[in-house]
């Protein structure tokens, strides 16, 4: 199983242990430790279940105090509220500044580690994991802890509603080739210590990632068109309203 099916496999269970009120508001989780064990999984995937359920809005972390259930009925809407558009372009500023960052912090082992996910890509070894790997390893190589925990619960922000989820499956499934021609292009900035063209290509990169949403969404809403044309057509068709006696 991916690291990523096996990481919503755990947020999906944590949630519906809370959902189920086996973990009640107001009441602290298992330490990360009991959760790995009790799951069989590695620390770090528990860490990343946590941040998904923390931007879901279920838990709140606590610094020194514990990861805690938050009282759904208390939570505000706005994640159901949010649309692909907006994360993408929150994601877009954010890692544009991230990737101006890097280019004078990544590491020569950062940036091997950085073409192996390129590699992965082109030779379709779980792209949806490379493609994550490839933007976490250019946080991580800020050594800045805000941006490093922003660009995780941004890409967290991508799994919070179905719709996000169905607008970003129409367009990350499709444009590979695309994708690695971008990824490549800020991997070179990056290798160039050229924070300005860091930032240049994440933007462009980005942009045709959002030009493509649109594409997407104009795609689906004229199919639903059609759809409803086709239903109206039957419905008032003479054909099915006087049909042949046998």
Request: hydrophobic content about 35%; overall charge negative; aromatic content about 6%.
């Amino acid at each position: 199983m991916s690291n990523r099916r096996l990481f919503w496999q755990i947020v999906d269970k944590i949630e519906a242990a809370i959902n189920s009120g086996e973990y009640s508001p107001g009441g602290r989780l298992p330490p990360e430790r009991e959760l790995a064990e009790s799951f069989n999984v590695s620390r770090p995937t528990i860490r990343e279940a946590i941040i998904a359920l923390e931007v879901r809005g279920k838990v709140e972390v606590k610094t020194g105090s514990g990861v805690y259930v938050i009282d759904c009925s208390n939570v505000n809407k706005k994640h159901k509220e949010m649309n692909a558009f907006e994360v993408t372009q929150a994601r877009a500023l954010v890692e544009g500044e991230v990737a101006a960052i890097s280019a004078t912090h990544i590491t020569e082992d950062e940036l091997a580690k950085l073409h192996q996910t390129l590699t992965d890509m082109e030779q379709g070894r779980d792209i949806e994991e490379a493609d994550k790997r490839f933007h976490q390893i250019i946080a991580d190589s800020t050594k800045n802890k805000a941006m490093i925990l922003s660009v995780e619960n941004l890409w967290a922000l991508r799994n919070t509603s179905p719709d996000i989820i169905e607008d970003y499956n129409s367009v990350c499934s499709s444009d590979n080739d695309k994708t690695i021609e971008e990824h490549k292009a800020i991997y070179d900035a990056l290798k160039s210590s050229d924070s300005s063209n860091a930032r240049k290509a994440m933007h462009r990169h980005f942009n045709r990632l959002i030009n493509t949403l649109f594409d997407a969404v104009e795609s689906k809403a004229l199919e639903e068109i059609r759809r409803k044309s086709s239903e109206k057509r039957d419905q008032y068709s003479i054909e099915n309203l006087v049909k042949p006696v046998n």
